[in-house]
């Protein structure tokens, strides 16, 4: 099983959008896909439908609770699988703090439990604290989301010291596999020069090994598209809700992207 956390700590880049869609894409295909909604604003459950409600288990029952992954789990598409969000769990970071090994409670929880997939997904959410802690430790891959504009590389280094940090001190098999451009029009000489100074970026990596060092960028570039904004108020993914849309058709060209990128090539240390 491949499990793959989508993190970037800058809201409104296409993180939930891109979590979502890719692993509809990637059931679609054929593959038996799970994503958990680790965001308190519950923004990837609302997305295919899934109205956060205290009156059933969420993520945050898991984490702060005892209950089990398989009583959280509903499947929402055939071969798609979602562990939902709701908005208690804002209330984790705090609940969790006098917590030993707070850091570990989603991956311990996960290795309790044993469903036949092939993707585990994870939405982090817009920060770098406990939960997105959690995520880091309980997947081998992250993929990173950006948006073409000038604030694309802000924030990035840090991002990037983060997941080296937790690499080094929590999870030895963590490895950047991509980033992702979202939101990408290329009529605009700005996604342009955006695209390049992020390449020059990555080019000017430290030689040593590190968690980031075989980091690539995805060649497919999802497409401002009106319908992946409209897609999520109807509770439905992009291939339900217009599958012939160039969203559908751009998310499809990155789940195939992803599926041709062989998980042994990530090298570990």
């Keep these: 099983m491949r499990s793959i956390a989508v993190m970037n700590q800058k809201g409104g880049v296409g993180k939930t959008t891109t979590a979502v869609n890719l692993g509809v894409a990637l059931a679609e295909a054929g593959h038996r896909v799970c994503l958990v909604d680790l965001d308190p604003q519950a923004h990837a459950s609302l997305h295919v439908g899934i109205e956060p409600r205290g009156d059933r288990p969420s993520v945050y029952d898991v984490l702060v609770g005892d209950c089990p992954i398989r009583e959280v789990r509903q499947e929402v598409y055939p071969r798609f ?16 703090a006098g917590v030993v090994g707070r850091e570990m409670i989603l991956r ?24 997105t802690l959690n ?16 604030l694309a590389l802000h924030g990035l280094g840090k991002l990037l010291e983060t997941i080296e940090l937790v690499c080094k001190r929590l999870n030895g098999s963590l490895r950047v596999t991509g980033v992702v451009f979202c939101m990408y029009d290329a009529t605009t000489r700005l996604a342009q020069e955006v695209i390049r100074d992020v390449e020059e970026f990555f080019a000017a990596r430290p030689q040593k090994p590190s968690a980031w060092s075989e980091v690539r960028i995805f060649q497919t570039r999802i497409r401002r598209n009106i319908r992946l904004a409209e897609a999520p108020s109807f509770g439905q993914s992009i291939f339900h809700y217009a599958p012939q849309s160039p969203g559908a058709e751009d998310y499809r060209a990155l789940a195939d992207e992803l599926l041709r990128t062989d998980p042994r090539e990530i090298p570990s240390r």
């Design 108 to 131: 311990d929880k996960l290795q309790e439990d044993h469903p036949p997939l092939d993707y585990l997904l994870v939405d982090c959410p817009p920060s770098l604290g406990v939960l």
């Design 81 to 96: 699988w979602v562990i939902p969000s709701d908005l208690d769990l804002a209330a984790a970071e705090v609940e969790l």
């Design 135 to 150: 995520a880091l430790t309980a997947v081998r891959e992250v993929i990173i989301p950006l948006q073409p504009h000038f």
